[in-house]
């Protein structure tokens, strides 16, 4: 039986996923699989017998990876689960802000509570209206910041909306081209980019590599009376500098789905309580990818949308035919392979189907063999230098 942990509200739909072989427990040191959303895992300290995190959502800043990757722990997320949602909370956003809906709407409710005063609510509000006209969407341009799973669906429902769109990624996957709409051009030069827009959104993941991303620098290029939308990490911008650009008019409104202490009440931002991904079909969708990620690395080896470990799989496994399938998460450093295969040779294992990958210094090689691999044995004659975690599924 394969017990998993739960380390904060995961969907039932998610957990309804799992088979008859799992059971949850609230003995995390006892688990093979933590399913997590948000909750802050840097500090915590890990089981021996913990083969996997899921996260069920996008951003994993709340999971230290490169420990994990140590101690051949393999890290999952579910990219692209949420990106409806977001997109549709980003349209939102921009629509707000167009028609000046948050003023309008604050402006209102407090005209309720006075009754309107001498002239009533309904001539009050005729009277007052005009202060809130805004402008429509039609005919402006959009610098979309990432296009992944959610950048793209962003750029292409505003090209629907009648918006010019203009693409920044400079790693941009195939998958991503192939769904972008063939009309929005997209560039390495993010400088060029945002001195063009009207709105700029942003749609990359944290990491030490892209923090900072909209820097000083980048804030300084943007088009006058632009307004800047982050629905991806506050860690990405630079927001005293942001709140510098509100100040002088050249930032007309930041939008933010991460508040924090730099830019809660002050003038020119519109905070949400990140409801990015708080939709039921996102959850839903977010628990059941972590669910199945989980289950088929448990059982099969398979590795898919892992942060930390490359991508990497030999289809499903079958046990009880006399068969063994090896899977062994290792640095990536020259020799390694050699040293496994000849230890293998050794132990007179024929490799019947063999697959190696790497990503960053760390690699997975998965073996399938003619016979059962005896686990322990195995685990033994494999101590060499690179090693990190040896692993026979039979």
């Keep these: 039986m394969y017990k998993i942990a739960t380390l904060n509200k995961i969907s039932p739909v998610g957990l309804g996923r799992l088979t008859n072989d799992y059971e949850i427990t609230e003995n995390i040191s006892e688990a093979c699989g933590i399913l997590v959303r948000s909750q802050d895992m840097l500090e915590m300290e890990f089981?021996?017998?913990l083969?996997?995190?899921?996260?069920?959502?996008?951003?994993?800043?709340?999971?230290?990876?490169?420990?994990c990757a140590e101690e051949g722990i393999v890290v999952f997320?579910?990219?692209?689960?949420?990106?409806?949602?977001?997109?549709?909370?980003?349209?939102?956003?921009?629509?707000?802000?167009?028609?000046n809906l948050y003023?309008?709407?604050?402006?209102?409710?407090?005209?309720?509570?006075?009754?309107?005063?001498?002239?009533?609510i309904s001539k009050s509000v005729e009277k007052g209206k005009g202060q809130f006209a805004g402008h429509e969407l039609l005919g402006k341009t959009i610098g979309v910041i990432g296009l992944g799973a959610i950048g793209v669906k962003v750029a292409n429902a505003c090209e629907a909306l009648g918006m010019k769109v203009l693409g920044y990624d400079p790693f941009i996957t195939a998958k991503s081209a192939h769904m972008l709409s063939a009309d929005i051009p997209y560039s390495s030069d993010l400088n060029a980019i945002v001195a063009q827009c009207d709105y700029i959104t942003i749609h990359v993941p944290a990491s030490p590599k892209t923090n900072g991303l909209i820097s000083k620098e980048v804030i300084s290029n943007m088009?006058?009376?632009?307004?800047?939308?982050?629905?991806s990490r506050d860690k990405l911008v630079d927001e005293a500098a942001v709140l510098a650009a509100l100040e002088t008019g050249a930032l007309t409104r930041y939008i933010t789905d991460f508040p924090n202490d730099t830019t809660i009440g002050q003038p020119g931002v519109m905070y949400i309580p990140h409801l990015g991904a708080s939709t039921e079909e996102a959850e839903e969708n977010s628990a059941s990818l972590a669910v199945d990620e989980l289950m088929d690395y448990i059982e099969n080896g398979n590795i898919e949308n892992s942060v930390n470990y490359p991508?990497?799989?030999?289809?499903?496994?079958?046990?009880?035919q006399g068969r063994s399938r090896i899977c062994i998460l290792n640095k990536n450093v020259a020799g390694v392979l050699g040293d496994i295969t000849g230890v293998l040779a050794k132990m007179n294992i024929n490799i019947a189907n063999m697959i190696n990958s790497n990503a960053g210094d760390f690699a997975y090689t998965m073996i399938d063999t003619d016979t059962e691999v005896d686990a322990t044995a195995l685990t033994s004659q494999m101590s060499m230098s690179g090693i990190i975690r040896v692993r026979v599924i039979k």
């Design 77 to 99: 997320n579910t990219p692209g689960a949420n990106a409806n949602a977001v997109k549709e909370l980003v349209l939102c956003a921009m629509l707000a802000d167009a028609r």
């Design 47 to 49: 089981s021996p017998s």
């Design 51 to 67: 083969l996997g995190i899921a996260r069920a959502g996008a951003g994993v800043n709340n999971i230290p990876l490169t420990r």
């Design 223 to 231: 088009k006058e009376g632009a307004v800047l939308l982050n629905f």
């Design 103 to 120: 003023d309008a709407m604050h402006w209102t409710n407090k005209l309720s509570k006075s009754g309107g005063g001498d002239l009533g």
């Design 311 to 320: 991508r990497c799989s030999l289809g499903k496994f079958v046990t009880g």
